[in-house]
């Protein structure tokens, strides 16, 4: 019936309650688990979990297990066994690298290695897509479909479901309007939206570029500290204001400014980033203590809208091969690389050599 949910609305769905402390059911090939996040979980939602007496797990990653010495069987996920006594602070100790110098032993830890580990897998990456730490309370339920209904809870067809986890949500074009800017007055912002819910992401358009030729592009990751504070740890704001100026000066181009703030981990996980720099870790070694890869962004975002725009070939400004290879592998065809280089001073200069040196940018 139309009117109910179809999967990329119940997955959305399951987000959102996974944001709200809400558990979700998954259905799987071996069986069905109520899961909840680690970071969202309420004390008398953990207290109900563990007074259903069933064996639970933490689900936690391969990058986070790493950092905790657990083992991890599955590889990129490990399951640490959730102890029948297990309290919120223990759960949180698990997921959130906050505390980790402080309190250094949180083991022992077991690790399951019995069983399957598809939900847990699939329940990590819809943490991931929620903005969330990586890590979920997973419990496996005998029926899936009587636990969601007794409990109101939503119900999601793993197997069904994985499929559109990884696809890129197609973009819907909004609306566009004309705003004068700083840089450029003849500038126009498009709104994109996701089909899958998820946060809408923007391009800016100055002048009219040629689509004929190779268009002046940037794709611009949302950065709140940078381009709005005036953060000194990175270089996003002078980056972005340069690009608008270039962008300007040449009366053409077209920014995209991409809402994967964090590189893709969201605002308050890059908070807790910024926290274990502070004691001492680089940006990359801070998001595998998170449990994240190095950079969780999607660029096939961006070559998506710029397809939408009728842009196939750009002369793209950055200093991040990555993004350029992302591009081609879209099929957006980088003509030329033009150089981003602004916005160094004390504060970023090991943020910048720690890109060069371990993500490859060209300094
Ligand atoms: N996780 C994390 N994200 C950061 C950190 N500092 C900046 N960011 C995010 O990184 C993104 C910018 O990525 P960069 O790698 O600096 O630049 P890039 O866009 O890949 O490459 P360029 O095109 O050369 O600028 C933005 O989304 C920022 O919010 C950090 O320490 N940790
Ligand atoms: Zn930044």
């Known amino acids: 019936m139309t009117l109910s949910p179809d999967l990329t609305e119940t997955l959305a769905r399951a987000r959102a309650d996974l944001r709200m402390g809400v558990g979700i059911v998954l259905i799987g090939e071996s069986g069905a688990a109520l899961v909840l996040s680690a970071e969202t979980i309420a004390p008398a939602r953990l207290a109900d979990v563990l007074a259903l007496g069933l064996p639970a797990d933490l689900a936690i990653t391969g990058r986070r297990a790493q950092t905790l010495k657990a083992r991890a069987y599955d590889g990129d996920i490990a399951r640490v066994v959730l102890p029948a006594d297990a309290s919120l602070r223990w759960v949180h100790s698990i997921a959130d690298p906050a505390d980790d110098l402080a309190t250094p032993m949180k083991g022992p830890l077991n690790s399951r290695r019995e069983g399957d580990a598809a939900l847990h897998r699939f329940a990590i990456t819809l943490c991931k897509s929620s903005r969330l730490l990586p890590a979920a309370v997973v419990v496996p339920v005998a029926d899936g479909v009587a636990f ?9 067809d793993a197997t069904a479901a994985a499929p559109h986890l990884e696809a890129l949500s197609p973009l819907d074009h909004v609306v566009s309007a004309r705003v004068p800017l700083r840089a450029a007055e003849n500038a126009r912002l498009h709104i994109f939206r996701p089909e899958d819910g998820s946060e809408e992401h923007y391009a800016i358009e100055i002048g009219r570029p040629d689509r004929e030729k190779p268009v002046l592009a940037r794709l611009h990751s949302a950065c709140f500290t940078g381009d709005l504070l005036g953060s000194l740890k990175c270089d996003c704001g002078p980056q972005l204001n ?62 998506q809208i710029l397809g939408k725009l009728g842009v196939s070939q750009v002369r793209l400004l950055t200093n991040n091969p990555a993004k350029i290879a992302r591009m081609e592998d879209c099929g957006i065809k980088v003509a030329e690389r033009v150089p981003l280089k602004v916005g160094e001073n004390e504060h970023n200069t090991r943020y910048l050599a720690t890109k060069a040196a371990k993500s490859g940018h060209m300094l």
């Open 148 to 156: 969601a209904a007794d409990n109101a809870l939503s119900l999601v």
């Open 242 to 303: 340069a690009a608008l100026n270039a962008m300007g000066s040449e009366g053409a181009g077209i920014l995209l400014y991409l809402n994967q703030e964090g590189r893709g981990i969201g605002l308050a996980n890059k908070m807790r980033a910024y926290a274990l720099q502070d004691q001492g870790f680089d940006t990359v070694e801070a998001n595998h203590r998170l449990g994240f890869e190095d950079d969780e962004r999607d660029f096939r975002l961006g070559a």
